[in-house]
C-alpha cells in the first residue's frame, strides 16, 4: 500500500495508543473460546435462506416458524456447531431492512457461564436472559453491552456430525433459568457442576 494511503500520524496518535494498550483484567471467572454465533434480521427469510445455503455453503439445521417465533428464525451452520448464523424474519410491523439480533460468545464450562452471569450481576449489567434456548440447546446467559447490543456466553452447542442429523424439537428443553436448565437437561448433555454452590447466587424458580 502506497504511503500517502497510510495515516502514519493518526496510527501513533494517543488515542490509538490508549486504545491498544488497553490489558484485560487478570481473574475473569470465565473465558471466551471463540465467537459462537451471530443471529441477523432480515427482510426476506426465503431470499436470505437461499442466498446462504446457495452462494456461501451453510446448510440449515432448524427452523422456527411464525408461530414459535414472529417472522421466524432459520439456524444454518458451516461447520459442526448447531449453528453458527441465525437469520430471523421481519415480523409484522417491522419495517428496518436489516439489524443485529445477537452475537454470542463460547466458554468452556456450564460452571463459568454461572459465574459469568454473577461477574455481570456483580458489575450492574443488564441481564436479558438466563436459562438455555430450544435449538441448539446450549446453556447460556444473555446480556446488553453499553449501546443496548443483546450478547450471549454460552456453553454446550449440540454438534452435528457428517450425517447431518440434529437434535429432534421433542428433545428441546428450554428453560428461563438456570435451575431449570440444570435440572431438566435434553438427552446427552451432562450439567453436573463442578460447584453446585454457585447456584446459591441465582435464587429459586
Known sequence: MPRELID??????PQ???LKNLQTPTGLPFSINKIGHVLMMVQDLNRSVKFYTQMLGFKVSDVYPDSMSKGGIVFMRCNSD???LGLVGAAPGKTRRHELHHIAFEIGTIDEVLRAAKHLRDNNVEIAFEGRRRAG????????????????????????????????????????SFRGAIANAPPGQDTTLRDP????HFGTD
Not at 156 to 166: E, L, N, T, W
Not at 197 to 200: C, F, G, K
Open 137 to 176: 440447546s446450549q446453556v447460556s446467559v444473555e446480556f446488553l453491552d453499553p449501546d443496548g447490543h443483546t450478547l450471549e456466553l454460552f456453553w454446550a452447542m449440540d454438534q452435528v456430525g457428517s450425517d447431518g442429523r440434529v437434535r429432534p424439537p421433542e428433545e428441546w428443553r428450554q428453560q428461563g
Open 82 to 84: 448447531h449453528h453458527g
Open 197 to 200: 454452590s454457585l447456584l446459591d
Open 8 to 13: 502514519m500520524e493518526g496510527l501513533a496518535s
Open 16 to 18: 490509538v495508543q490508549a
